[in-house]
């Protein structure tokens, strides 16, 4: 994790710092300076806008009942995609940009809850070997599935404040 950490700070403010360095070659620095202000201004406005749409529908969601994780995971990709495109670089913009289209949000969503089902499973797997024997997942899910109804008992508690005094 502290690898990935490291590069993530690291080697991606290099490559950004190459990339503007090489920009700046082939136009001029204004041009490059230009272009990190620009798309700063336009990714914070669109990131704004796309973000308060969002937040719409996910009051929304919540008004009727449902469950907004969708619209959560949205607003995350455009806080992230506001994160990209406020630091300067090329690279920082295209990947901001593009969570900022609702298409390539629909295809990392998918990804993703694939993603975290997998690892819930795998959670759930190791934690549930403890308590079986060497079936794992398949064996408690068996032992789960065939436990009698007669053998479930609702409990409900109330607490009473007693006046006495212990």
Not at 26 to 41: A, Y
Not at 126 to 140: A, I, L, P, V
């Amino acid at each position: 994790m502290l690898l990935r950490l490291f590069l993530l700070f690291t080697i991606i403010p290099l490559a950004e710092l190459w990339l503007l360095l090489w920009f700046s070659s082939l136009t001029n620095s204004t041009v490059t300076f230009g272009l990190v202000v620009v798309t700063g201004i336009l990714g914070a406005w669109l990131a704004r806008k796309q973000g308060s749409q969002a937040w719409r529908k996910i009051q929304q969601h919540m008004v009727q009942g449902q469950p907004p994780t969708g619209v959560l995971l949205d607003g995350l990709m455009i806080l992230i995609a506001g994160a990209f495109l406020i630091t300067p670089g090329i690279m920082t913009d295209m990947v901001g940009f593009a969570l900022l289209i609702p298409a390539v949000r629909e295809i990392l969503k998918l990804r993703v809850g694939e993603w975290l089902k997998q690892r819930a499973k795998i959670q759930f797997q190791s934690r549930t070997s403890f308590h079986t024997s060497e079936g794992g997942f398949q064996e408690f899910q068996q032992t789960t599935t065939s436990t009698p109804e007669e053998d479930i008992i609702d409990v409900e508690f109330v607490r009473k404040e007693s006046s006495e005094t212990d």
